[in-house]
């Protein structure tokens, strides 16, 4: 089994019982690959994007154990220390783990962005939260407008979204 495969079946295990955020996980990776992807990324690129997308939001459940709650700055803070624990026992090439480690620690904040990674990693998380919080029309423009870089990131949201050519403007 390859390390990404290694990896996507231990976050099965460390989220167990918890059919939400494996599902949340699986989807932000699909679209994190088909982004990369058709955005050209170099395969170690490619490679830390994958599985940055697999471990994002790792530090949920130590934050909410830890202070009740799980907001974005406290997933940052409490995530890249489990994601690093969990490369290192799969034996992830260290700038690998390093660079994914960085990735968890930054997935919710939008500027500045340092990196194609980066930027996919956000929009990938981005498309999959739009639908799973049920956000409302306008949000969902607004997103399209000043979150969405990557020209198939942008192309995803208008599809699946139905974002109207005038509402680009």
Not at 87 to 99: C, M, S
Request: hydrophobic share 35%; proline share 2%; net charge negative.
């Amino acid at each position: 089994m390859n390390k990404l495969n290694q990896l996507y079946m231990e976050m099965i295990r460390y989220y167990e019982s918890d059919a939400p955020r494996i599902q949340h996980f699986v989807k932000v990776h699909s679209f994190a690959r088909l982004i990369g992807e058709a955005e050209g990324l170099d395969e170690e690129t490619q490679f830390t994007l994958e599985a940055a997308a697999l471990v994002h939001d790792i530090g949920i459940g130590a934050a909410e154990k830890k202070y009740g709650f799980s907001n974005g700055r406290l997933q940052e803070q409490e995530g890249p220390h489990l994601a690093e624990e969990m490369l290192e026992a799969l034996n992830f090439d260290r700038a690998v783990t390093e660079r994914v480690c960085y990735l968890v620690a930054h997935h919710h904040t939008y500027e500045p962005v340092d990196g194609l990674d980066y930027r996919i990693l956000l929009e990938a998380d981005a498309l999959v939260n739009l639908y799973e919080e049920e956000t409302p029309a306008e949000g969902i423009r607004e997103s399209y407008k000043h979150l969405f870089r990557t020209e198939t990131a942008r192309t995803v949201c208008k599809t699946m979204f139905q974002i109207e050519e005038q509402e680009e403007r």
